[in-house]
């Protein structure tokens, strides 16, 4: 004797009005089709019988060379972040026995998005080359250390403290923390607005 199985069916007002468990197929009886269930959406998800899908020759591809160049500047123009604008101080020496070191724009009156502070190497050293320029860097017990701005006398002002201590630099190649040898860097500061 054969065996047939069959699952749990119901009109479409009932299907609506039930939450199957996870992985639980139904039958709906009014509109000649299965929901699957979830154990969470109530009436399940409804599959489309084969009658309901648009065959091959009615699926139209969307070409996007197609679209206007219009379109393309118009949503660009919405969308795009407006570029930053840099301005750079002059290099200049290190010391560990500075307090800070203050970079004057006066070209600029506002204060900046951000600012960020670069040694350049000027000599070998540390692992790295003359022309080589990083950001990270750390000045006694701290590392990566911010750049404060403000407006003074109608001039943007961007200081590092250093309260007079060593600058380091994690070695190019190994990482480790490495001191400066401070003849051989300077100092420059970014700011970005």
Known sequence: MTRI?????????QNDNFTGMAGEITMDTTNKTVRIHDGETLGG????RADEVA?????????????DADFWQTLFATYQ???????????????????????S??????????????????????????????????????SSPAIYTYIGDYILHARLFSGGQSFWVPHKTSGAKTNLTTSKWKLKITVYY
């Not at 199985?5 to 007002?13: E, K, Y």
């Not at 065959?55 to 679209?67: C, K, Q, W």
């Not at 972040?81 to 970079?103: C, E, G, K, Q, R």
């Not at 600029?108 to 950001?135: H, K, M």
């Open 81 to 103: 972040t407006n570029p930053f604008h840099t301005a750079s101080s002059v290099l200049m020496n290190v010391a560990n026995n500075m307090t800070f070191y203050d970079a």
């Open 105 to 142: 724009f006066s070209e600029l009156t506002e204060v900046p998005l951000f600012a960020r502070a670069f040694l350049i190497c000027q000599e070998d050293d540390a692992g790295y080359s003359t022309g080589d320029e990083t950001s990270v860097f750390g000045i006694g017990d701290y």
């Open 5 to 13: 199985l069959q699952i749990r069916r119901g009109t479409s007002a």
């Open 55 to 67: 065959s091959n020759h009615e699926v139209e591809f969307f070409d996007i060379n197609s679209v």
């Open 45 to 48: 998800i409804a599959l489309a």
